[in-house]
């Protein structure tokens, strides 16, 4: 099994480089378990390495076990299963997708390729995501024009789930059906219970960056039977029940790879590992950190508790005297990879006559905001390197 050794040289950042500098930090790198090697053996053993068999069924109900679904489909990629997702809700061109405005493009890449019009909402400041009063000021508003949207997409950001509640309490009244678009939110919880519950169809993300990762791929959960089985035909090029190839829609190859599903059954188990040690990544930045003028940590509402994926904190280059771009330098300069947070999607060129509503809470974000290395392979002395970078700075 030598030709597997280089995949799990992934577990562990690269050593130190032959000069004796020290190896670089990466934003958020994936950290294996050690059990992932045995896993994968398994599948290849087993001979089931294609989109179905026993360890995507173990996936699945990995993934439901974490989330608090009962239905769970495996796909190809965390885009995909959004793509699905609008399949499953029969999305048509010049139908309207209402989304948070401060989020990655995949939220609505795939609605956008469907010829649906995306409408950018802006995000609450106390949370970073969609905001639900100005959901519910502004549904009034299209029911009163009588262009309610298709549907709305709420997206967890950086670990912290968006307020499905409100949103849902905001939609349900004109039947507007919600996704959650959870590709960040795996981990985080929303008033006790796991991100995206409440929502018809939640997305979820394994690919490499994220807190767990299967290596690429991502998952479609609902607590409608008939809508995952529904994705599931979908995702397997839709064919019908018939000895010979059989199609009455076109399908889509979204299914995934058992080989990334064992993959993936070994870094959901470590998923609760993960949020403690991203918390505690986070937990060590503000108490190193949280003296400086002019930094203010990403809040965490009080109905939420995030899983910190990614650390990110606002700077006031007025009191701390240097910028978010500065800031960003200085890391790179000692090796350290950081990265501003989501530029908004409605200031993004492919968008720019895309309809919106606010959007000053996300313009500051992107103003000032910066995501800082905050992967859990981190070293305490690494971490330290950083913090005293952003230290050298203020006081400089
Ligand atoms: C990562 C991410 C996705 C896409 O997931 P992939 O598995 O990379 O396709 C979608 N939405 C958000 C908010 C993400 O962060």
């Known amino acids: 099994m030598t ?13 130190p480089a032959a000069d004796g500098a020290p ?15 045995a896993a994968l ?37 965390g885009t995909a299963a959004l793509h699905l997702a609008y399949r499953l809700l029969d999305l048509q061109p010049g ?40 959901l519910r000021r502004e549904l009034r508003a299209a029911a009163g024009r009588g262009r309610l949207p298709r549907v709305v997409v709420a997206a967890d950001i950086y670990g912290h789930a968006a307020d499905l509640d409100a949103i849902l309490g905001a939609c349900g009244r004109w039947g507007v059906p919600v996704v959650s678009d959870s590709a960040e939110g795996l981990g985080a919880t929303l008033r ?21 990762t299967a290596g690429g791929g991502g998952a479609l959960a609902s607590h ?58 986070f937990a060590r930045y503000a108490a190193a950190l949280g003296d400086l003028p002019g930094l203010a940590f990403m809040p965490e509402a009080p109905w939420g508790r995030a899983s910190r994926w990614l650390t990110a904190l606002l700077v006031d280059p007025a ?9 960003r330098r200085a890391l790179a300069a000692i090796g ?19 309809p919106r509503a606010g959007g000053a809470v996300a313009g500051a974000l992107f103003a000032q905001g910066l995501c800082l290395p905050s992967g859990t392979g981190m070293t305490p002395a690494e971490q330290d390197r950083v913090i005293a970078a952003i230290r050298g700075l203020c006081l400089g």
């Open 95 to 134: 139908e309207e997708v209402w989304a948070p405005g401060f989020t990655f493009i995949a939220t609505v890449a795939p609605a956008v390729q469907m010829g649906a019009v995306p409408r950018f909402l802006d995000v609450a400041p106390g949370s970073w995501t969609l905001d639900p009063d100005l």
């Open 23 to 37: 190896r670089p930090i990466p934003l958020s790198a994936p950290h294996l378990t050690g059990q992932e090697m």
């Open 336 to 354: 350290a990879e950081s990265r501003p947070v989501w530029k908004p999607l409605p200031d993004q060129p492919v968008f720019h006559a895309a």
């Open 224 to 281: 409608d039977p008939v809508l995952v089985a529904r994705a599931r035909h979908l995702a397997g090029h839709a064919k019908d029940p018939a000895p010979h190839y059989q199609h009455s829609t076109t399908g889509h190859a979204y299914g995934m790879s058992s080989v990334l599903a064992a993959v993936g059954l070994a870094q959901v188990a470590a998923l609760g590992d993960r949020v403690a040690a991203r918390r505690a990544v």
């Open 41 to 77: 053996a398994g599948v290849l053993d087993s001979g089931w390495v294609a989109p179905a068999g026993p360890a995507i069924t173990a996936f699945e109900a990995a993934v439901g076990d974490a989330t608090g679904f009962p239905h769970v489909l495996a796909t190809a990629s």
């Open 192 to 212: 006790g219970r796991p991100a995206g519950q409440g929502a018809l169809l939640a997305v979820y993300s394994f690919n490499g960056n994220k807190i767990v």
């Open 319 to 327: 009191r701390f005297g240097a910028d978010r771009d500065d800031l």
């Open 3 to 15: 030709v597997l050794v280089p995949l799990d040289r992934v577990a562990s950042l690269p050593g």
